[in-house]
């Protein structure tokens, strides 16, 4: 893994009503426990995430950077809530083994594999807030997780058996770069698990659908509306 160091921002309060820009000394950590809700996970049983609800003034965390990442985080997601169920109901997938969750968000599929019983899970997001907010919701649901803020998609395949990756292929571009990262994966022989509730990117002539559930999506609303969607394994290319 080619890692940056996961970065962290220090210890302080943040009581302004404005937009602020972010300094070292905003605490996301005290943030996120205060504005957000630790919210039940439908259909996972004794998991709870810190959730945005319509209080949660989202938009103080990004500051004024216009480049600051959209809060997925904050979120469930179909591709992260199907994997994190399947994984639930098949703990072999990941039980005694070494495990990367890339674009971990919440963190929901990194804890999930931890209770299943990974012996190391890896958690990565390039969104430096989803790290404070894995390891807050890793917490609150009593596992430890590795937390990494580094974008891995360019770099060589990561020493683990198994990457897991709930929801990625949201935009065309990051598409063709997971794709051919997790091909490289499955080249020197990492399983690989996606899910993902058919959003167009998703390259499906490549993946093979294993398991298929009804889940809430952020994506179609807050109001609990249930989405088709998949879990796909990738498999190796045939030798020709
Ligand atoms: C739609 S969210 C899904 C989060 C979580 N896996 C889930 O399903 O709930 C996508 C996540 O991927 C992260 N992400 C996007 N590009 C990434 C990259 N190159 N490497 C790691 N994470 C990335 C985003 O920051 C975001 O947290």
């Given at each position: 893994m080619h890692d940056k160091t996961e970065r962290m921002t220090s210890v302080s309060t943040d009581d302004g009503t404005q937009p602020q820009k972010r300094t070292s000394s905003f605490d996301a950590s005290a943030f996120i426990a205060r504005n957000l809700r630790l919210s039940p996970v439908p259909g996972l049983a004794n998991i709870q995430l810190y959730t945005a609800h319509s209080g949660s003034?989202?938009?103080r965390l990004g500051g004024t950077d216009p480049d600051a990442?959209?809060?997925?985080?904050?979120?469930?997601?179909?591709?992260g809530a199907v994997l994190a169920r399947h994984i639930a109901e098949n703990p072999d997938l990941v039980h005694g083994r070494r495990v990367l969750d890339l674009g971990t968000g919440s963190g929901l599929v990194a804890i999930i594999a931890v209770k299943a019983g990974a012996t190391s899970v890896v958690a990565a997001d390039i969104d430096e807030n989803a790290i404070v907010a894995a390891r807050l919701n890793?917490?609150?649901?009593?596992?430890?997780?590795?937390?990494?803020?580094?974008?891995?998609?360019?770099?060589?395949?990561?020493?683990?058996?198994?990457?897991?990756?709930?929801?990625?292929f949201y935009d065309e571009a990051l598409a063709k770069r997971a794709l051919a990262f997790f091909e490289s994966c499955r080249a020197t022989g990492i399983d690989?698990?996606?899910?993902?509730?058919?959003?167009?990117?998703?390259?499906?002539?490549?993946?093979?659908c294993i398991a298929e559930y009804s889940v809430?999506?952020?994506?179609?609303?807050?109001?609990?509306?249930?989405?088709?969607?998949?879990?796909f394994s990738l498999d190796t290319v045939p030798d020709r």
């Open positions: 003034r989202l938009s990442p959209a809060p997925y985080w904050a979120y469930g997601w179909g591709g890793a917490s609150a649901n009593g596992v430890a997780i590795d937390l990494l803020h580094a974008d891995l998609l360019d770099g060589a395949p990561p020493v683990v058996d198994i990457v897991l990756a709930g929801d990625l690989v698990l996606i899910g993902d509730p058919y959003r167009v990117p998703l390259p499906t002539a490549r993946l093979r809430p999506d952020f994506g179609l609303g807050s109001d609990g509306s249930e989405v088709r969607a998949g879990v």
